[in-house]
């Protein structure tokens, strides 16, 4: 069985501009969620979905938002880009809600803002 | 916020000693998951804990929760070269929101 994709591999941007990373769980995973990851750091959690809803939303600014869609892919976009993004973007499917079973990630996508 | 601590950050061993992490929350956790992440890679699910006090072993690694659900360790009996990676805990709080706190990491390297 495939593992959890992610889409593009890397990615450069120039500051102000805006991206799309895309993610396909497990086949039959309903809950994807996404993490930003800088270098040497833990992943910090940016947004759960389950059943295409919203179920979770960590500390990040406006700027980022991010979608479900029916056959459980998801997308994370993050306008107006800061050099501060730059980071590994992570996405992880899972059968249930992330917070309370195993978590399958993805290679991630390398976010370079320049 | 949710703060989650761990320590060491680094740790160096010879192969065939002992290796133990040590996480802590700033808040009660419902339930504390452990992944393991090798250099250029992405983190590996190992296990999750629910209850006050649990231990899980699996093979030559313990898992503990503490009795307050504030704290956590994971414990390597005899590390081998597979070992090499960073280990995080990573916590769900108590207030009903949905949203996973990853450790600070604690980076094992062996030495042969």
């Known amino acids: 069985d495939a593992g959890v994709t992610q889409s593009p591999t890397h990615l450069i941007k120039t500051r102000g501009q805006q991206v799309t990373l895309r993610c396909s769980p497990i086949s039959g995973h309903k809950s994807v969620s996404w993490y930003q990851q800088v270098l040497g750091q833990g992943p910090q959690f940016i947004f759960q979905y389950y059943e295409k809803e919203e179920r979770g939303r960590g500390n990040f600014p406006d700027r980022f938002s991010a979608r479900q869609f029916p056959n459980y892919s998801s997308e994370l976009n993050v306008n107006a880009l800061l050099l501060g993004d730059s980071a590994l973007y992570l996405c992880?499917?899972?059968?249930?809600?992330?917070?309370?079973?195993?978590?399958?990630f993805g290679p991630g996508t390398r976010l370079t803002v320049t | 916020g949710q703060q989650v601590m761990q320590i060491p950050q680094y740790q160096h061993v010879q192969e065939g000693e002992d290796f133990t992490t040590y996480c802590n929350s700033s808040?009660?956790?419902?339930?504390i998951q452990w992944y393991k992440q090798r250099p250029g890679g992405h983190p590996v699910f190992l296990i999750q804990?629910?209850?006050?006090?649990e231990v899980k072993k699996q093979k030559r690694l313990t898992f503990q929760f503490g009795e307050a659900k504030k704290n956590s360790s994971l414990h390597i009996t005899a590390t081998q070269t597979t070992d090499v990676g960073t280990y995080f805990c990573a916590g769900r709080d108590n207030f009903g929101n949905e949203k996973l706190t990853f450790g600070t990491g604690t980076r094992l390297t062996i030495i042969p």
């Open positions: 804990l629910v209850k006050s006090g």
């Open positions: 992880a499917s899972s059968t249930g809600w992330a917070t309370r079973h195993e978590q399958y």
């Open positions: 808040t009660t956790l419902s339930n």
